[in-house]
């Protein structure tokens, strides 16, 4: 197996906490057995019979139980027990995927992910390192996933767009041939849908939390650092900018742009795109502030019609 | 295996690109191997030796590889390879059924319909043909869908009425014997709930769309061409009429009506039947010329109070 | 296996509609191979020649096809058919579980509990009696249901707190320790997400109904015999008293407390806590008797705008 991310010859020492001969910046890109190895492969030896085999093999990295003489070009790793230090990197450097998963042969999945029972994966599907892929969740052919994202149970990623044009004979479906794609340190909830592109990425930046059943239309781009609260809708083609954060039940109409830093109470309604900043309130929405004193207001009503009755 | 729907000796014959013997509109119902064969059927052979045993078995229509008389009130299909040109039809007929997927015995399943992984679908349940359902969608018992039908992933089709008595000793619950019948080219998104009509049906009509996580109560009926966007919900025994357009996160109140070209703006509460042809917004939701009005009168409370402070 | 709940000797013996020996609240606990008997166990024997086995067996209950002496401290259940009686007895006791669901080792499952296809439960979960879990619901770590309890397809159980710290190096998420608790008589909707609690548990009490897409916060409790309706969102650290109505939409902001028989109207945002037995609509929520005339006052700016451009 190649590894996810190259590691260095110091690193993987480092992680088996033994010696190494050659540069401490030396490539190792996998590991393998050595009928099928390559350059930038680990292989690994524990016998005199086969030092010389492994030694020659196309692996430019030997683990081996005795310190030989380093061939041009290559680089050792001595180990007591080259067979279970062969197998902690395995263990390492390899995903835990469910059986009970069904994922398509097209997919990568980087190491330390754990892809949780009953997750369907489309085909062609990147998932990054040190991810977390609850039970239930459907991802979607083309969908890419960044290192250290954790998506809850039952979320769905890549579904089409909702985009009919309406002819008399019935609706017409623009096709969905864009992606979706969530960066790094991301939390999506459970039971979310995030639509793909139609011909670029519905996106989620670094470091943005989503809470439970949020969705995200097609081609939208949320910033770095959201947050987004639960059952909050947002429509297709809408921008939000960093440090944005929706309350609950907010719905975006689509297109909008949502400045960055700006706050959206809770069941606003987005109707029109809104600068950075600020806090905003009400269906449709507007500044806090503004609608707090028009529902003021309206309650001053009264007086004003108990003075035009006196008139 | 019985074809979805009875083909004639023409269109199967067209299928292959193969000439035929027998009339153009010869009934043909399906195929089988030649020992549990029934009138309508195709049986192949492709060897002299077993030409009598075809040619007089229960099957009507032969596929054979010689152009030999043909026997009283049956057809034959020519071809060079009756072999191939029999999985041609196999794969052609056969609905495409992932291993992963749990179905019922007893559920039907259309021609050139695609189950994906871990679909569930129950007793009795009907799906017809050129359907996509794609993976952890959850179809309840009885559910009946039409042709050319896509459902998204995690959508659950005929969850029970949420109707309960209120008794003394507890919460009472009316059961759910009626169905979710969803109509041809309807279109449902993804982790969207209909639940099954308590007596009636829940039914999505022709040509419908609906965007991700709306929810359709018990027994209520989606007319005709409606588009329905994302996280609206709609109660139970109610009626939308064909054309309507209801905006994300809309709610609709049980029993009532909506309709024909009605449109209601996003977050609008339903709480009363409306009228077809108009523009609907707010919560309650009124017409949205007469809503606007209100929020622009909203705005001019300040200068009335100035007023009477002057007076 | 062991019995979820204790039984006694009558109960087993009226369950089999056959006779005893021995007192009638003897208790039985379990029921198990002659190989592998403990105390409180049920053995059965229906040959002469294993009578003496079974009878100076470790099981205290011998289910024989004969009225032989009873040894001091056992009991008898005669039966003629023994075979047939410990076979119902297994059918009865066991419960049901599909095979394509994904359950840890050490999760608990009750008498008669149905757990359908794909479901997935987590280590440690606790289930009790007669319940159904349909296809594809998700149940984290520790969660613990009552008895009566119905979870409808897709729902998740259990999911993290949405709870983050801002720092300037990204969000720190609080880890969710808690659990979320069922108890008896409970009937949750098909995709609802419960997330679990914080440090305390995430409780929905006795003969409470939740409708489809209801989304509850962590360490939230919703009391007895509540209804809530569908596409509700609870926010975390919420008190929902008992007998408490929530329509459809509703949203609840964080640590606000609802009192009992308090009735919530569709769309409603409550941004505070609110007195039981009122009835509340608008967001903000306020009474809905003020808060239906404050709609009507609405109304009634234009005849004042008239009278002041009269002045």
Request: glycine share 10%; aromatic share 6%; net charge neutral.
């Amino acid at each position: 197996m190649k590894f996810s991310t190259p590691q260095t010859l110091e690193q993987i020492a480092s992680l088996l906490g033994i010696k190494y001969v050659g540069a401490a910046d030396f490539p190792v890109t996998g590991m393998n057995e050595i009928h099928v190895v390559e350059p930038g492969d680990i292989v690994f030896v524990d016998h005199p019979k086969y030092y010389d085999k492994a030694l020659n093999s196309k692996a430019t990295i030997v683990l081996i139980n005795k310190k030989v003489e380093c061939p041009e070009g290559k680089a050792l790793l001595i180990s007591e027990e080259p067979f279970n230090d062969f197998n902690k990197l395995t263990k390492h450097f390899r995903p835990f995927v469910s059986a009970s998963a069904s994922i398509s042969p097209s997919a990568r999945i980087g190491k330390s992910t754990i892809i949780q029972p009953q997750v369907f994966i489309g085909n062609h599907v990147e998932i990054g390192e040190n991810c977390l892929i609850h039970p239930n969740v459907t991802i979607y052919d083309h969908c890419v996933i960044g290192n250290n994202v954790q998506i809850h149970a039952g979320t769905v990623l890549g579904s089409d767009a909702f985009y009919y044009k309406n002819r008399p004979e019935g609706f017409d479906k623009l096709l969905s041939g864009g992606r979706v794609v969530i960066e790094d340190n991301v939390e999506i909830g459970a039971l979310c849908t995030l639509d793909k592109g139609v011909t670029g990425d519905t996106t989620v930046k670094e470091g943005s939390k989503l809470d439970n059943q949020v969705h995200v239309g097609h081609d939208t781009v949320i910033g770095k650092k959201c947050l987004i609260a639960s059952q909050t809708g947002i429509a297709g083609c809408v921008v939000i900018e960093d440090e944005v954060t929706l309350w609950g039940q907010v719905g975006v109409t689509s297109a909008a742009t949502i400045g960055k830093k700006a706050v959206v109470l809770a069941q606003s309604g987005v109707s029109k795109s809104l600068a950075g900043g600020k806090t905003y309130f009400g269906s449709p929405a507007d500044e806090a502030r503004v609608k707090m004193k028009e529902l003021a207001n309206l309650r001053r009503i009264p007086e004003l019609l108990k003075q035009k009755n006196q008139q």
